[in-house]
């Protein structure tokens, strides 16, 4: 049950603490950021890949599913199917029945095929370093590319927005948008290049730990101080 006094995301927020940076957008940036590398120093992809092919197979099989969900799923999907060309050789009916788990999985098991299929036809089974080039693949958006580049090359081409980046970043007060790409050139603009990649991790890391989309865990939250909605219990 909400506590006596909360607000709902929706909400007009109240006023933030005497210590955070109201104001100076840049500062408060630069706040959140440092605020997060102190809670989440070692913020790395909850993913399991040992290679850029695998990381990208795994992104692609976790939309609409969890992170814990894909790691469970993966390990034999790697086994059978290790790289690009031994996924363009894929029979479909395999492939769906070993991601079945992760929901839509025709859909997910046909752009897996296709997406080795160009690699391993266009890009001798690599993976490309730019955003372009990837986003052409099946089943690959601006989203996974981000976090392929990042992750697998340290290629800063964007800020990752999921969900729980899209609520933490409108909450933090670091955008007043909703759409994912919004909330990304919002972020890429507040945030230094060099912090891209690693934001992203952290922010998904305190979201999953602390900041729940219902009943955020504002009284232990090590950012509360900076954050102008602590005390909301649910987002819109």
Known sequence: MPRPGARKDGEAPAARPADATAGDPVAHARGV????????????????????????VATILSA????????QVTPELF??????????????????????????FRSKAKNLKA???RLAGEHAGEIPRDVE????????GRKTANVVLGT??????GV??????????????????RLPEKVEKDLMAAVPRREWVELSHRLIQHGRRT???????????????LCPRAGVTSSR
């Not at 697998?152 to 081409?157: H, K, L, Q, R, V």
């Not at 900041?211 to 101080?225: D, I, Q, T, Y």
Request: overall charge positive; hydrophobic content about 45%; some cysteine.
């Open 133 to 140: 080039a990837l986003t052409r693949l099946a089943g690959v």
């Open 33 to 56: 950021v440092r605020g997060l590398k102190r809670l989440y120093p070692e913020a790395i992809c909850a993913l399991h890949h040992e290679t850029p092919f695998q990381l990208l």
């Open 79 to 104: 086994r059978r199917f290790p790289d690009a060309r031994a996924m363009a050789a894929a029979d479909q009916a395999e492939l769906e029945a070993l991601v079945r788990t992760t929901g839509f």
């Open 211 to 225: 900041c729940f989309a219902r009943n955020p865990r504002c009284s232990e939250c090590g950012l509360a101080k």
């Open 152 to 157: 697998a090359y340290g290629i800063a081409s």
């Open 64 to 71: 609409q599913c969890t992170d814990a969900r894909v790691n």
């Open 160 to 177: 990752v927005v999921d969900t729980h980046v899209k609520r933490l970043a409108f909450r933090l007060g670091l955008t007043a948008q």
């Open 115 to 117: 997406m080795a299929e």
